[in-house]
C-alpha cells in the first residue's frame, strides 16, 4: 500500500485561505506554486511519516503532533501526525501566526474524515 495523506478540515481551510492570501498579495504563480509545493511536502511526509521534528505542549492532545516546513515556502509549517496510511496533516500555517493558541483552540479528535 502506497503511504498517503489526508488534510483534515482545518488543514484544507489553512490551505486555501494561504493560496488566496499568495495570490491577492504576490501573484496567481505564487499561489499554484504554494499549492504544488505543500502536495510535494505532504507526499514526502506521508512516505516517511517520522520526518519533522516533534511539537512542544503540554496540551495532551496535541501529543504526537509533527511539524515541518514546507518545501521552498520556509515561512510556512506543516501540523501532522502520523497514522497507519501515512500522515494526517493537522494545519498548514505561517510561522508569524499565534502558533500556540491556534494548535490549543484545535478541536483533534472531533473532525470527521
Partial sequence: ???SY???PSAAKDLDDQAGYLMQEASLETALRFYDATAS???????????GERHQSSDLRLDGLRVRRVERFPNHLIFDRPTDAGIDVARVLHGARDIGRMLEEENFGQEQP
Fill in 6 to 8: 489526508r488534510l483534515l
Fill in 41 to 51: 511536502t505532504f507526499e514526502m511526509l506521508a512516505r516517511e511519516p517520522g520526518v
Fill in 1 to 3: 500500500m502506497t503511504p
